[in-house]
């Protein structure tokens, strides 16, 4: 059941009236976190999980996004709040629940970067194996990401603000459902 109507609310403002809530300007405490665990993609003791081909992606999307950029900057809004109201159109665009813009305080990044280990596999098989498909595009593809693996790593230093999205989680999978195990 629909509890607000979003029909006259602007997209980046979201479905709920999350500006009702109260804002705070101090930071909370993130000591109690506990400490980052970098994702494994590596389940040696079960050898049909899905998880274990999930690895060679993963390394591909981390490439992406350390990769080159357009040297043409898009056009973007100079006026920061403009800017951020932009990004939150596009996270609820993607469905997310709620879109929140924010500082990026120093104790939520890491203090050294985590590199994929996959990473270096993918480089290898860029560098040695050839692509067998009748794809279309997929030649321009395989050579962006030749492109993206040899691309230096960038640092996230430059970045003060974060972009965060909320995504509803229905429900846990019981025990014994298929797909359990990798979920």
């Known amino acids: ?3 607000f109507s979003s029909k006259n609310r602007p997209v980046h403002k979201g479905p709920f009236p999350c500006e009702l ?3 705070q300007a101090v930071v909370p405490d993130l000591e109690t976190v506990p400490a980052h665990m970098p ?21 591909m999307l981390d490439a992406i996004r350390n990769g080159k950029t357009n040297p043409q900057r898009a056009a973007c809004p100079d006026d920061p709040v403009e800017r951020a109201e932009h990004l ?29 280990p996959a990473l ?3 480089v290898d098989t860029l560098q040695t194996r050839q692509t067998k498909t009748l794809a279309a595009g997929i030649d321009v593809i395989m050579a ?14 430059p970045h003060s603000h974060a972009l ?11 025990e014994g459902e298929d797909g ?3 979920i």
């Open 180 to 182: 359990v195990a990798f």
């Open 88 to 116: 939150k159109s596009f996270g609820y665009f993607c469905d997310a629940a709620i879109v929140g813009a924010c500082l990026l305080p120093q104790s939520a990044v890491l203090p050294v970067a985590y590199r994929n």
């Open 164 to 174: 965060v999205l909320l995504y509803e989680n229905p429900r846990d999978p019981d």
């Open 120 to 122: 270096d596999r993918l």
């Open 144 to 157: 962006d990401l030749r492109d993206s693996v040899r691309a230096p790593e960038r640092s996230i230093s």
């Open 21 to 23: 809530l109260t804002r």
């Open 1 to 3: 059941m629909k509890v």
């Open 39 to 59: 994702l494994s993609y590596v389940r040696a003791d079960d050898p049909r999980s899905i998880i274990n081909a999930m690895a060679e992606y993963q390394a």
